[in-house]
């Protein structure tokens, strides 16, 4: 067969990121799109009382959407593959999650300005194994010590981002600019391990060897 999508089985992205979304579309990897509509910050705060590691706890958000998205589908179709995700922000011990307006937006960036942050991704593929695959891993990024103005500027050039991340920035827009370097996978900053995820659907059969 082609490159098509060999698998019978509905493949769904349990989540609402765009950033999710597009990177598999633009992979070549068909989609349902199933947004969890999980509230994580309960279960992020339990998970970090009890002393979880960013690692861990992002693999335990995705397991939860993963979970959740399967709750929702309706009985008697095919059981779909999943896919979910979830990223964490570190810097310096202290978490940050995605702000709630620009101001906060703002406030977050001037927090991370000139230090170096950790994004975690973590992956989840479930076809209906008694406990699904996961992946995670880790990218580090230094903000430039920039100024109020680049600051300014790329809030305003780009202000969805600053609402739909976790960091307040998009690394393939403007918000680059607030950037001296990264290391680390770009799939991972963008919101999730992506060849591995592949890997996985290849063994699953969904994509072709
Ligand atoms: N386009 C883009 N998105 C980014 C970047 N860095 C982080 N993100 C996005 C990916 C995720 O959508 C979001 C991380 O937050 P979450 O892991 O909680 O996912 P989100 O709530 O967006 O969606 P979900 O929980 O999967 O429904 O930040 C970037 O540089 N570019």
Avoid: N
């Amino acid at each position: 067969m082609s490159g098509r999508q060999s698998c019978l089985r509905p493949v769904v992205l349990a989540s609402g990121s765009a950033a999710r979304r597009d990177m598999l579309s633009q992979a070549g990897i068909a989609a349902v799109l199933q947004p969890p509509g999980l509230d994580e910050a309960p279960l992020k705060a339990e998970l970090r009382a009890a002393g979880a590691t960013a690692d861990e706890t992002a693999l335990a958000l995705a397991r939860a959407k993963a979970e959740a998205a399967l709750r929702q589908w309706p009985a008697g179709r095919a059981a779909p593959v999943v896919i979910a995700a979830d990223q964490v922000l570190t810097c310096g011990g202290e978490w940050y999650d995605k702000p709630a307006d620009l101001a906060a937006a703002r406030r977050q960036l001037l927090a991370l300005r000139g230090r170096t942050h950790r994004l975690t991704s973590a992956a989840i593929v479930w076809a209906g194994e008694d406990s699904p695959w996961q992946a995670v891993d880790s990218a580090d990024l230094t903000m430039r010590r920039f100024g109020d103005a680049a600051l300014d500027a790329c809030l305003a050039r780009d202000p969805q981002a600053a609402l739909a991340t976790v960091g307040g920035y998009r690394m393939e827009g403007p918000g680059l600019q607030l950037f001296e370097r990264f290391e680390g996978d770009w799939f991972t900053i963008l919101g999730m391990p992506l060849l591995p995820v592949i890997a996985r659907l290849r063994h699953l059969g969904v994509v072709p060897e």
